[in-house]
């Protein structure tokens, strides 16, 4: 069994930054393709950025060029690093990652418990 498990949610002031990780934690296991995503009160889940195994990366325009993704395949963790917050990107934030078990070769998709970012003055 994997687990997936973020961190780093907080409080911060509108143009604040913030780092959230997200580590995946278990055995006999390769961790591919993650998204990072979140859903604000009322509102539907939504992607906010990708990242494969290889580094290849993908981002909605609502946070291009103040969020970067990047990940420690070592760790088996990936990060989310958020600049110039805004109220609007209040959310709940959930890592969702496909995993592949190195023993069955099976690919399954786990979800993280989320962390809250609120960003407020």
Sequence with gaps: QVQLVESGGGLVQPG???????????????????????QAPGKQRESVATITRGGNTNYADSVKGRFTISRDNAKNTVYLQMYSLKPEDTAVYYCNGDVLDLVSGFLRNYWGQGTQVTVSS
């Excluded at 055995?27 to 995503?37: D, E, K």
Aim: hydrophobic share 45%.
């Design 16 to 38: 604040g930054s913030l780092r959230l990780s997200c580590a995946a934690s278990g055995t006999g296991f390769s961790l591919n393709a993650v998204t990072w995503a979140r």
